[in-house]
């Protein structure tokens, strides 16, 4: 029986600033059901106050403590130190609560997020720090991402840019790793078997999913689509069009 479900919110939960249909009334289930929906996202540059409230917009009920982002993990699995950041505000607020010193010069890490206002003039400080003994860290490894307009960059495409200019290969924090999986395990307080993980993605959702031992449900509102299965690391325990097929599957009267 599923009693916690882990949604991926770009492509999943919500097209940039719309709502993916039967969103909201699939979580209403959920929570009259006694079944907690964490929200994890691999993008880190919107707080988790700044979702939830884009959340509570459609009606679902959320805070931000019903959010996981990869820049909080990121500041919760490395030891505090000094940080240059290719990022937005949120991952530099998250970064300094938990006691890390933004800086440009003698870093202990240099941290890849999502960032609009990317440069080459970033991509070469990174470089040249990572070439000095920083340690190259990525929040997630996103090449793209789904909005209502079409798919653009994501954070991977910054991370390849920097792993290609520096020659080596970053930490990844967030999805399709596990670490930011067990987090949300630890906020649900549900076992593995017991969660059911859903994204869009079949190169993060899934794979991070799997590796933290839960169920996985690839919904096809995003990235992934059905003939991308054929060529997927993992396979989803199930495949579904949208949130009312995803109900039928974890609805306790179907159990």
Same mark, same amino acid.
């Given at each position: ?19 993916? %249909? ?5 979580? /209403?289930?959920?929570? *009259? ?56 505000? /949120? ?25 609009? &206002? ?13 070439? /000095? ?6 929040? &997630? ?11 653009? %960059? ?55 999913? *799997?590796?933290?031992?839960? %169920? ?18 993992? *396979? ?20």
């Amino acid at each position: 029986m599923i009693r916690g479900v882990i949604l991926d919110l770009d492509g999943t939960v919500y097209l940039g600033q719309a709502e993916v %249909p039967g969103a909201s009334a699939f979580v /209403a289930r959920c929570h *009259a059901a006694g079944i907690r929906c964490l929200f994890v996202t691999n993008r880190a540059n919107r707080t988790p106050a700044e979702v939830a409230e884009q959340l509570r917009g459609y009606g679902m009920p959320c805070g931000p403590a019903d959010v996981l982002t990869s820049a909080q993990a990121t500041a919760r699995v490395l030891p505090p130190g000094r940080a240059f950041c290719i990022g937005e505000a /949120a991952l530099l607020q998250a970064l300094t609560e938990a006691g890390f010193t933004i800086c440009e010069e003698r870093p202990d890490y240099v941290i890849v997020g999502l960032d609009r &206002n990317f440069t080459y003039e970033k991509l070469a400080r990174a470089c040249s720090l990572i070439g /000095a003994g920083a340690r190259f860290v990525a929040t &997630n490894p996103d090449r793209a991402l789904k909005l209502a307009t079409g798919v653009m %960059p994501g954070t991977g495409a910054i991370v390849a840019a920097v792993e290609a200019g520096s020659g080596q290969a970053p930490l990844v924090i967030g999805k399709p790793g596990r670490l930011i999986m067990d987090m949300a395990l630890a906020m649900l307080g549900t076992r593995p078997e017991e969660t059911l993980a859903v994204g869009d993605n079949l190169v993060t959702d899934i794979p991070a999913g *799997a590796t933290a031992g839960m %169920p996985t449900a690839l919904i096809l509102t995003g990235v992934s689509r059905r003939e991308d299965l054929a060529a997927a690391s993992v *396979a989803p325990t199930w495949v579904v069009e949208g949130f009312e097929e995803l109900w039928q599957i974890i609805s306790p009267t179907s159990n």
